[in-house]
């Protein structure tokens, strides 16, 4: 009974904006994509909800209620016209990426090279102060005109 009563007391301009509202959160209607661009950013979706809660604030009980669906509607269709919505579906959340970089970058390990050098350098093998003996002299030998120093 009460809810009857509730439709009684709705005005005629908020009856069509009820029908309009129905219409467009129950059939397939797309988004023209100047709205849902305008819809898609931070400053419409709080225009959106601030229509929302003045539907609730000032107009009929039944008429908010529907509003409340139709926003959300509103801003589902325009998030899907858009792209944002595919986007953050497929873009990877950091954690997947750190993962990733982590198996592209392996730990490091030692390269043949050094391998080779620790094992054959005398003085990777010795101590600091300690001297190798060994039976090789260097020998300077006549270099002719290549050094400035006779």
Not at 8 to 33: D, G, H, Q, W
Not at 41 to 50: C, D, E, I, P, Q
Request: hydrophobic share 50%; no cysteine.
């Amino acid at each position: 009974m009460k809810l009857v009563s509730t439709f009684k007391n709705m005005s005629m301009p908020e009856i069509v904006v009820a029908v309009v509202f129905i219409l467009y959160a129950v059939l397939p209607i797309e988004t023209p994509r100047m709205v849902a661009n305008l819809v898609d950013t931070s400053v419409g979706m709080v225009a959106v909800l601030a229509v929302v809660v003045y539907l609730f604030m000032n107009a009929n009980p039944v008429l908010a209620a529907i509003s409340l669906f139709v926003a959300y509607e509103l801003l589902r269709r325009s998030a899907a016209k858009t792209g944002v919505q595919i986007v953050t579906q497929y873009t990877p959340s950091q954690r997947k990426k750190d993962a990733k970089m982590k198996e592209m970058n392996p730990p490091k390990t030692t390269s043949l090279e050094e391998e080779v050098v620790s094992q054959m350098a005398p003085l990777g093998a010795t101590k600091g102060g300690e001297y190798v003996t060994s039976s090789f002299s260097p020998v300077a030998d006549e270099v002719g005109s290549a050094s400035m120093f006779e």
